[in-house]
C-alpha cells in the first residue's frame, strides 16, 4: 500500500528535513499509488470515528488504539515502510508509531499547539491527507516561526512561517519540540479526511 518516496531518502533528504523553516519538516506528494487510494479510503472508512470537542479544538477522530483490523493493518504498514527512513531524518532511532484517523467538518479546527511532552517522547509527528467525497476548502496545516525564552521554558514570539494544503495524496512530517507550534485552520466547507500520529523511540 504505502511506497517509499525519494524525498525521505538518504543524507540529501535528512539535510533538507533538518534545514526546513520554521522547524524541520518534509512535505511529500503522490505518497500512495493512485490506483489504490480508492481502496485506502475504503480501509478507512471501516474505522469508526467520535465528535470531538474541546476549547482548542473541534473534529471527529478514532481511538487511539485502532478498533478495525483494516487501520490496525494500514499502522503497521507504515511504521514498517517509513520507520527507518524517518530515523534518519530525526538522526535517531525510532521504533513504533501510532494511527488515528480525523474527520474535519465544517466549523472544525484545531488552534494552535505544539505536540510536545516531555514524559511521552514524541520524536515526530505525521499527516497523511486523503482523498475526500466533498473536498474541503480551509483545514490547511499552518506552521509557526516562534522564539524561546525565560523560566520555566515558554514561547515568547510567534509569526506565521507557511500554510500546507491538505491536499490528497499528500503526507506531512515534522519535528516535536518545544517550538514546533502549528494549527489547523477551520474547514469552511466539505470534509478534510486524514490519517495522522507520532513516531516514538
Not at 25 to 47: F, K, M, Q, S
Not at 48 to 56: D, I, K, Q, S, V
Not at 83 to 103: E, I, N, T
Request: charged share 25%.
Amino acid at each position: 500500500m504505502w511506497r517509499l518516496p525519494a524525498l525521505l531518502e538518504g543524507e540529501r533528504a535528512a539535510a533538507a528535513f533538518r534545514a526546513a523553516a520554521p522547524f524541520p519538516h518534509v512535505v511529500v506528494d503522490d505518497l500512495v499509488d493512485p490506483a489504490r487510494l480508492d481502496e485506502l479510503l475504503l480501509r478507512v472508512d471501516e474505522e469508526p470515528l467520535t465528535a470531538r470537542r474541546a476549547e482548542h479544538y473541534a473534529f471527529d477522530a478514532s481511538d487511539p488504539e485502532p478498533r478495525s483490523e483494516a487501520l490496525r493493518a494500514l499502522r503497521a504498514g507504515f511504521e514498517a515502510t517509513f520507520a527507518a527512513p524517518l530515523s534518519r531524518l530525526a538522526g535517531k532511532p525510532l521504533s513504533r508509531s501510532d494511527m488515528r484517523a480525523y474527520a474535519y467538518g465544517p466549523g472544525d479546527h484545531l488552534l494552535p499547539h505544539t505536540d510536545h511532552q516531555d514524559a511521552v517522547g514524541r520524536v515526530l509527528a505525521y499527516a497523511y491527507y486523503l482523498p475526500s467525497p466533498s473536498p474541503p476548502s480551509g483545514g490547511e496545516l499552518e506552521l509557526f516561526a516562534c522564539e524561546l525564552g525565560g523560566e520555566p521554558l515558554a514561547i515568547t514570539s510567534v509569526a506565521s512561517a507557511r500554510t500546507i494544503t491538505p491536499a490528497p495524496n499528500r503526507l506531512v512530517v515534522f519535528e516535536v519540540s518545544p517550538r514546533s507550534l502549528h494549527r489547523v485552520h477551520e474547514v469552511l466547507e466539505g470534509v478534510r479526511i486524514s490519517l495522522a500520529g507520532w513516531f516514538y523511540p
